[in-house]
């Protein structure tokens, strides 16, 4: 006797950026971070200097959200990925900047 299961799988697709991610910018924090805002604040102040919409950044909770197992999650908060660069705490705006502009030069933000 042969049993034969068949499931079907409906996968969401996300738009992914060519590299793999789910963003070219995630910001991670929880409700008990203090400085979470003010690094959501710079990084939204740099984005918008290089004329690209805060609505590219992806926010993750990292007690409630799941982040789908593509990136690691950082090990402090507040915490940014910016293209391949990771920081942490909170940034120095010239950090910000220059992290966002190394990825404009590799593209990311080119739709």
């Not at 926010?59 to 660069?85: F, H």
């Amino acid at each position: 006797m042969t049993i034969r299961t068949q499931t079907a799988i409906l996968g969401i697709q996300e738009r992914r950026c060519d590299c793999g991610r789910c963003s070219c910018v995630t910001h991670y924090s929880s409700e008990h971070c203090i400085l979470c805002d003010a690094a959501l604040e710079i990084l939204y102040s740099v984005i918008t200097d290089f004329g690209i919409s805060p609505d590219v950044v992806r926010k993750v909770n990292i007690t409630s959200d799941d982040d789908g197992g593509i990136d690691p999650l950082p090990v402090g908060l507040p915490a940014m990925r910016i293209c391949q660069e990771v920081l942490t705490g909170l940034p120095d705006m010239d950090a910000v900047r220059g992290a966002v502009m190394h990825a404009v030069l590799r593209g990311c933000f080119s739709d």
